[in-house]
């Protein structure tokens, strides 16, 4: 598709959109129970409410594997594109890692940090001041009338976003890093700070240093350093600040959230990692949810999603929602809508909650209900049990026998490699409702305390457990 010109410009029509989506769609949902099963979901949820279709991908892949940058976003059956019937992805990379733990917050703080910086000798245009303030306009209008607060970087340097992290702490410290400005795949010497667009490069034609071996990686373009025309800073140095800067202030205070305007951030292309893309980078270092445009997009597309996106946050909906109402915004007969991509850092079927509203008010006395999901099973410690215990094909068969797991509905369990996947489909199926008792998690949690009763984290939540508070 990008050899072809598909991904830029007006030659990737709406038709094209189709063409490509229809071969996504029979790709991902296959002749079999999966398409009948998504259907089935299609005609329950219908208009009155949105379904989550969230796409896992191995962080264990091959040089030659592209699954991460194809726009599974167009997804097209005969109704139309998915997203016009209510659906809304997301991705998530499966790999060990905590499940982050969000309190409410009463405001949003947004930084917008507006990077005027190009590079005319790669293509990239300097910004105006035109096309910041359209996306600064987008911003106010979703704070004007939500509980949205903004505050602006101008076309700081690397070391001046560093310096705002470290002294705006706690209260002050932004839950969400807007980044508006130039993105790049490539490979920077980090000797002169030279960049170069091809992906295998031998030496740096600035200085003469070797690159052999070097990764390629996504970049962002900042206010560049004396004598330089931009400075690119990449999505592992990105990724450690902000991780650095969660890990001084705690998950209450740290960022959940980063969106980036800038074009191929979503990208990871060329090496034996998904990581080296900004996205997947941010991913890997914490970041809880990432929002990025893994294609070239317009100022307009841009400032229109941000305005519909960042009101549907102030209103308190999930990050998906807000997500599908951005590119509902973009226009779905454009040529813009499918570019955002959201990753997510954890399995939410619920479809991603950043900032809940405060409760009001919770009575100590009521005990939690004990419906369990995935999200439930992963931040609880639950999931790794699973993978650490049940660890072979006849400990996997024991529990499912014990939930009444139909035998048939079975995945193939994997020979090698790790289990968290396999895991994570048992429960996606319960909760979509391949048990005749029901999608409640809660099921696979006392199966496991019932085999295995002296294991404290499943007895710390089995539903035995709960009847004895």
């Given at each position: 598709m990008l050899e072809q010109g598909l991904l830029v410009g007006e030659a990737f029509s709406q038709q094209m959109q189709q063409v490509i989506g229809q071969g996504i769609y029979a790709a991902l949902f296959p002749n079999g129970p999966g398409r009948d099963l998504l259907q089935r979901m299609l005609a329950i949820s219908g208009s009155r409410e949105q379904l989550h279709i969230q796409l896992v991908f191995s962080d264990k892949v091959e040089r030659r594997s592209r699954l991460v940058d194809y726009p599974w976003e167009l997804a097209h059956d005969q109704g139309g594109f998915l997203v016009q019937q209510q659906v809304v992805f997301s991705r998530y990379i499966g790999f060990v890692g905590t499940t982050p733990q969000l309190p409410p917050v009463k405001n949003i703080n947004v930084l917008?940090?507006?990077?005027?910086?190009g590079d005319q000798e790669m293509g990239l245009e300097p910004l105006g001041s035109q096309e910041q303030k359209a996306v600064l306009d987008g911003l106010?209008?979703?704070?004007?009338?939500?509980?949205?607060?903004?505050?602006?970087?101008t076309s700081p340097t690397w070391q001046e976003l560093?310096?705002?992290?470290?002294?705006?702490?706690?209260?002050?410290?932004?839950?969400?890093?807007?980044?508006?400005?130039?993105?790049?795949f490539g490979q920077r010497c980090d000797r002169c700070r030279?960049?170069?667009?091809?992906?295998?490069?031998?030496?740096?034609?600035?200085?003469?240093?070797?690159?052999?071996?070097?990764?390629?990686?996504?970049?962002?373009?900042f206010k560049p350093r004396e004598g330089q025309t931009a400075d690119y800073i990449s999505a592992m140095e990105l990724g450690d600040l902000l991780q650095s800067v969660s890990l001084e202030q705690g998950e209450k205070y740290g960022v959940r959230l980063m969106v980036m305007s800038a074009c191929k951030t979503g990208f990871s292309l060329a090496s034996d990692t998904l990581f080296n893309g900004v996205a997947q980078s941010l991913i890997q270092h914490q970041v809880p949810a990432v929002l990025a445009m893994q294609y070239n997009v317009t100022v307009d597309?841009?400032?229109?999603?941000?305005?519909?996106?960042?009101?549907?946050?102030?209103?308190?909906?999930?990050?998906?929602?807000?997500?599908?109402?951005?590119?509902?915004?973009?226009?779905?007969?454009?040529n813009q809508w499918y570019r955002p991509v959201l990753y997510l850092r954890w399995y939410d079927n619920e479809g991603g909650q950043l900032f809940a509203n405060l409760p009001i008010h919770t009575p100590p006395e009521i005990i939690p209900p004990t419906h369990m999901n995935l999200q439930d099973l992963t931040r609880n410690g639950i999931l790794n049990e699973l993978v650490s215990l049940f660890n072979n094909q006849d400990m996997a068969n024991l529990l499912l026998d014990t939930v009444d797991f139909p035998v048939h509905l079975r995945p193939v369990f994997p020979q090698s490699g790790i289990l968290l996947g396999y895991w994570q489909g048992i429960c996606r199926q319960i909760q979509n409702g391949v048990l005749p008792?029901?999608?409640?998690?809660?099921?696979?949690?006392?199966?496991?305390?019932?085999?295995?009763?002296?294991n404290l984290i499943f007895q710390k939540y089995s539903s035995q457990k709960r009847d004895h508070i």
């Open positions: 917008l940090v507006s990077s005027s910086a106010q209008r979703a704070a004007a009338e939500q509980r949205i607060q903004i505050r602006q970087l560093g310096d705002y992290l470290t002294e705006n702490t706690h209260e002050q410290a932004p839950h969400i890093i807007h980044f508006d400005g130039h993105g790049f030279t960049i170069h667009r091809e992906l295998r490069v031998e030496r740096c034609r600035g200085c003469g240093e070797s690159l052999m071996g070097k990764v390629p990686q996504g970049y962002l373009l597309g841009a400032t229109a999603f941000a305005d519909r996106f960042y009101r549907a946050l102030g209103n308190g909906k999930p990050i998906t929602t807000a997500v599908r109402l951005g590119q509902q915004a973009m226009g779905i007969e454009g008792s029901g999608n409640d998690l809660q099921l696979i949690v006392d199966g496991a305390a019932n085999i295995y009763p002296a």
